[in-house]
């Protein structure tokens, strides 16, 4: 019977591995699945906050938007307002002296005088130009040509 007794006594030693055993498997199981938990709610945060980023550079860019169209509006006003000088100047010129307004035109910036003339009559310019410098009228003419290009 001792050797009943050793078995039974094996047979509850396997029984207890085994119950060990299971149970280190369902701690193992228990804390993964708090660490795949925590890695989920890792992953939500990480989302939510993606998502607000997200949002966020949206509302940039439609500012940005609005931004463009704010400059957009405020260069084209600026453009009208230098095309009325520049109409109004041209105006000045045309009613000045030929060899006058020459004098002037051999003293202006090139890109000037090129916007100033654009906006002049041709019976305006062409005494002016006669009274011109002859290199100036030469490089004035030329610009004239490339902006009509």
Do not use: W
Request: aromatic residues 4%.
């Amino acid at each position: 019977m001792v050797i009943g007794h050793i078995c039974v006594a094996q047979g509850e030693k396997s029984a207890s591995i085994t119950s060990k055993h299971e149970v280190k498997l369902f701690t193992q199981l228990s804390d993964r699945r708090k660490q795949l938990n925590r890695y989920e709610e890792d992953i939500e945060k990480k989302k939510a906050f993606l998502q607000a980023v997200e949002c966020n550079i949206a509302k940039k860019v439609e500012e940005l938007h609005e931004l463009q169209k704010c400059i957009k509006k405020y260069q084209d006003t600026v453009q009208i307002q230098e095309d009325k000088k520049m109409r109004s100047l041209a105006k000045v010129y045309e009613g000045m002296n030929p060899k006058r307004a020459a004098q002037i035109f051999n003293e202006l910036d090139l890109s000037i005088l090129v916007k100033l003339v654009s906006q002049m009559k041709e019976v305006k310019v062409a005494p002016i130009l006669s009274f011109m410098e002859l290199q100036k009228a030469k490089e004035l003419s030329v610009s004239l040509t490339k902006k009509i290009d």
